[in-house]
Every structure is written in structure tokens, then in C-alpha cells.
């Protein structure tokens, strides 16, 4: 079974710029979650989806990020644009069942900002 | 809201020895489940062990075990025999009914 697939490994921009992130899911898994994990801390979710519909985004800052999940599959997160605080790693996982359970997470997409 | 502390920045153990990882949460659900999970350098994270809130006895798989001290609000993380791909950071983390809420972290390393 495939795991979650998420591109770019590795992103480095200058401030202002915008940045997108994709995430691909495990095939069935309704639940999708990104997370941002900066270095020396734990990860923090930004937003969750139940299919394509937004469950919980209130710690993800609106003013410059924004997620879709089109068709309920794919995810996308965006940054626009960039302060030089994104700077972190940005983790999708997702998951069979909305409550609880064990998340799979992907290798995440490291962003740099300049 | 629901909050997870690990008090243990760092830990270091010697191969095929024993390791006790901290942690302490806050939450007003009556029904959660808390795990730990662990990423290893440069790799994605993996869920180690759960814990049902509602079941007394402390969950095990192969050498990890946890104690879980509900009143206390207490679930540590205990090791056996490590190994040193045992090393990684480890996070404890605590769901109620949607959110997953994640601790600072320990990182973990193995003394050959």
C-alpha cells in the first residue's frame, strides 16, 4: 500500500514570495491533516479535512495561507505570501476515520524562507 | 483545549538498556485516546503505541510499553532493550473527538 506522498521535499524562497505544497493521501483515507512542525517543536495542525470539507483550519493564518482539497484526494497548502517565520516543515497525514486513530503521516516539505 | 508537555527535551540511553520518556496532558474530554510517535532523522513520523482513555490496562507492543496514570494525567513511554534505531525524537500526543494535539518532543539517542 502506498503511504502519504507529499512534493517538494525541499523549498527555499525569499520572503513575499508564495510557495505551494502538495499532498496525496492513502487511497480511502477521508481524514487529511497538515501540520507545521518548526524546528525544536512539535507539530501543529493548521488545518483538517473530512473529505473536502474543512473540519478544523482555526490555527492556520488566513491572511497568507489557504488549503484545498479538491474532489476530496488531493491537497494542496499555499503560502502567500512567505515570512521568514514559515520556515519549517510542513507535514501532511491523513487517516482512515474522522476520530480518533492512528494518523500516517508523509517525509513532509521542508521550507526555507529567505 | 487540550494541551501536551514533555518535560524531557533530551534523553540518552545505553544499547539494551531501559528508558522511560515523560509526558503530562490536559484535556475536558472524557473520551480521548493518547499516543506516542516517533520520527526518526529526515523520516516521516510512525506511531509507536496507543492508549484508549477508557481502558485501565496500559497498552504494550514488543519492547514499548506505557504507564498510564490517569488521575495524574500521566502517560510515559518505556523502552526495553534499545537498540540504536531505537534513537529519534519521540512525541506524545493526546485526541479527543477530532483534534490531535502534539507535545515538544524528546530526542532520543542510543549509546552503542
Known amino acids: 500500500e502506498a503511504g502519504v506522498a507529499q512534493s517538494p521535499r525541499y523549498k527555499i524562497i525569499e520572503k513575499r514570495q508564495s510557495v505551494a505544497f502538495w499532498c496525496n493521501p492513502i487511497?480511502?483515507?477521508?481524514?487529511l491533516y497538515w501540520y507545521q512542525q518548526i524546528l525544536g517543536q512539535g507539530p501543529k495542525l493548521l488545518i483538517q479535512?473530512?473529505?473536502?470539507?474543512?473540519?478544523?483550519d482555526s490555527q492556520l493564518p488566513k491572511d497568507r495561507f489557504s488549503a484545498e482539497r479538491l474532489k476530496g484526494v488531493d491537497s494542496t497548502l499555499k503560502i502567500q505570501p512567505a515570512k521568514l517565520e514559515d520556515s519549517a516543515v510542513y507535514l501532511c497525514?491523513?487517516?482512515?476515520?474522522?476520530?480518533?486513530?492512528?494518523?500516517?503521516f508523509g517525509e513532509g516539505s521542508r521550507l526555507t524562507v529567505l | 483545549a487540550q494541551t501536551v508537555t514533555q518535560s524531557q527535551p533530551e534523553m540518552s540511553v545505553q544499547e539494551a538498556e531501559t528508558v522511560t520518556l515523560s509526558c503530562t496532558y490536559d484535556t475536558s474530554e472524557s473520551d480521548y485516546y493518547l499516543f506516542w510517535y516517533k520520527q526518526p532523522p529526515s523520516r516521516q513520523m510512525i506511531l509507536v503505541i496507543r492508549?484508549?482513555?477508557?481502558?485501565?490496562q496500559n497498552a504494550t507492543e514488543n519492547r514499548f510499553s506505557v504507564n498510564f496514570q490517569k488521575a495524574a494525567k500521566s502517560f510515559s513511554l518505556k523502552i526495553s532493550d534499545s537498540q540504536l534505531g531505537d534513537a529519534a525524537m519521540y512525541f506524545c500526543a493526546s485526541q479527543g473527538a477530532q483534534k490531535l494535539v502534539f507535545g515538544q518532543g524528546t530526542r532520543l539517542t542510543i549509546n552503542p
Open positions: 487511497s480511502g483515507h477521508a481524514t
Open positions: 479535512f473530512q473529505n473536502n470539507g474543512v473540519v478544523d
Open positions: 497525514a491523513s487517516s482512515f476515520y474522522r476520530g480518533p486513530g492512528e494518523l500516517f
Open positions: 492508549q484508549e482513555a477508557y481502558k485501565q
